[in-house]
């Protein structure tokens, strides 16, 4: 079977997105992963091969995060990647987030799909969430079969009529890609964050303010996206901190969080994306590489955190708290390595390998 995944950004890379490729490569089917590079100055190249899976990158210029102003782009993305699968043989189309479901329904290419939503997507204004919900359940309900991450959330917004279509698909870490490292040595508390840094500004701004005076704490940055060239700036007002930018989740992640003694996690706990029984896929790699996190209070996981004992709950945009809570991990860092057997014991619980099965009843049904 050959699959086309429909992608919005350029895979450098994307882990979720690869380790499903991988999965579906491993079941014998051909996957190319078709994605949107919007970096003029990319050094990406336009075809590459990773875990065995081929990556065709669009180059269409554009600036990340910029809405509707990237509109005129996203259409050449799309006209692109049109003439581009007319020209393969495909039989199934893995259109991942909705904006790579947007781009297979404006192809208007007869073929069989998988949504696959890696977000809670019914956000925005009353009339906004209303057009989202009509396309999103209309989408699901042609689809071979939908994947999200989310389910208690879309379950409660969507339609009954398609919630039979609808797979839930958790996160979890791969084991081929992360695993446990013992903690390597250092005089310094070493607080850090993994991934995406995307509008987390007023989180990292109140950490690095928490602890600007400490000269036995060390903060470092770890991760690409639009907050980026902001975080660079910043970098250079505070002695303690390091912005790394951009690594490379398929490869490093086990080794970078074996410099992490405890992980820093900023979220806004206004978005629903962030509510219900919806989990960070940072939350898992903490757990995994016995992490201890710093949460975001009022949302799902800082509850998580409390039940399960593994790390602390703050206001992440209060630097005065930051400071009670960092002063507190220097006072009693025996209470790090309690989280770390906490998490030692739990780690079984979050496997990649038993999750991803899912795709094989979704395309098995195809």
């Not at 969430?129 to 991450?149: A, M, T």
């Not at 940055?221 to 303690?240: C, F, R």
């Not at 800082?302 to 009670?324: P, S, W």
Request: proline content about 3%; hydrophobic content about 35%; some cysteine.
């Amino acid at each position: 079977m050959n699959v086309i995944m429909l992608l919005t950004n350029p895979c450098n890379p994307d882990v979720r997105v690869l380790k499903e490729a991988k999965y579906l490569k491993e079941l014998g089917h051909n996957v190319i992963i078709l994605c949107w590079d919007r970096d003029q100055n990319t050094s990406l190249p336009i075809k590459s091969v990773t875990e065995g899976i081929q990556i065709m990158r669009i180059r269409v210029a554009s600036k990340y995060g910029t809405g509707y102003k990237q509109l005129g782009a996203f259409l050449k993305y799309v006209i692109k990647c049109k003439q581009y699968i007319k020209k393969q043989s495909v039989d199934y189309i893995h259109c991942h987030d909705l904006d790579g479901m947007v781009a297979f329904k404006l192809m208007m290419i007869n073929k069989p799909y998988v949504f696959d939503m890696h977000e809670f997507f019914v956000t925005g204004s009353f009339l906004i969430k209303k057009l989202k919900k009509i396309f999103i359940e209309n989408s699901i309900k042609k689809s071979v079969g939908s994947i999200c991450v989310h389910n208690r959330i879309y379950s409660k917004t969507l339609s009954s009529k398609v919630i039979s279509k609808l797979y839930n698909l958790k996160n979890y870490p791969d084991a081929t890609v992360l695993e446990y490292k013992e903690k390597t040595k250092s005089d310094k508390l070493r607080i850090g964050y993994m991934g995406t840094v995307r509008r987390q500004i007023p989180h990292f701004h109140a950490l690095f303010e928490a602890c600007s005076d400490m000269n036995n704490v060390e903060i470092d940055i770890y991760g690409g996206g639009v907050d980026l060239e902001q975080l660079l700036e910043m970098e250079k007002q505070y002695a303690n901190v390091k912005v790394h930018g951009p690594y490379d989740g398929m490869k490093e992640s086990s080794d970078l969080y074996q410099t992490i003694d405890v992980l820093f996690c900023g979220y806004d706990n206004k978005n629903p994306n962030f509510q219900e029984d919806i989990n960070s896929v940072k939350f898992f790699e903490a757990i995994i590489t016995q992490t201890p996190i710093i949460m975001t209070d009022g949302i799902f996981m800082a509850e998580e955190v409390r039940r399960l004992k593994i790390g602390y709950t703050v206001d992440t945009t209060n630097a005065e708290q930051l400071t009670i809570i960092v002063n507190h991990i220097l006072e009693a860092p025996s209470e790090l390595l309690q989280f770390q057997e906490n998490m030692r014991k739990i780690a079984p619980n979050y496997k990649w390998e038993n999750e991803v099965k899912i795709l094989e009843k979704i395309y098995g049904k195809a």
